[in-house]
């Protein structure tokens, strides 16, 4: 079991670019695969990003070119840093561990 934390999100206008935290309780050295989905009002959580342990990424089709997940072990700390923001990437964003675990959410709003 772990606990994560996730910080970061805000309002932001269309082309912008936020960069979102997600804290573990735990080392996450060993854990397989950690990842960012999102959530819109009245659809499904989705896939944006995951990072195995081994540091190879994978991006859902709608943001690749645009966020880049990255991870800091020492920090216990997986990033997702998103860059020429829409206003369909408007959400709330999860943070995920060994797909079991999950973050409260961080909302991320993109308006003009």
């Known amino acids: 079991q772990v606990q994560l934390v996730e910080s970061g999100g805000g309002s932001v206008q269309p082309g912008g670019s936020l960069r979102l935290s997600c804290v573990a309780s735990?080392?996450?050295?060993?854990?397989?695969?950690m990842g960012w989905y999102r959530q819109a009002p009245g659809k499904e959580r989705e896939l944006v990003a995951t990072?195995?342990?081994?540091?190879?990424?994978n991006y859902g089709d709608s943001v690749k070119g645009r966020f880049t997940i990255s991870k800091a072990n020492a920090r216990n700390t997986v990033y997702l840093q998103m860059n020429s923001l829409k206003p369909e990437d408007t959400a709330v964003y999860y943070c995920?561990?060994?797909?079991?675990?999950w973050g409260q959410g961080t909302q991320v709003t993109v308006s003009s």
């Open positions: 995920n561990a060994g797909y079991s675990n």
């Open positions: 735990r080392s996450i050295f060993s854990i397989n695969v």
């Open positions: 990072i195995t342990s081994g540091g190879r990424t």
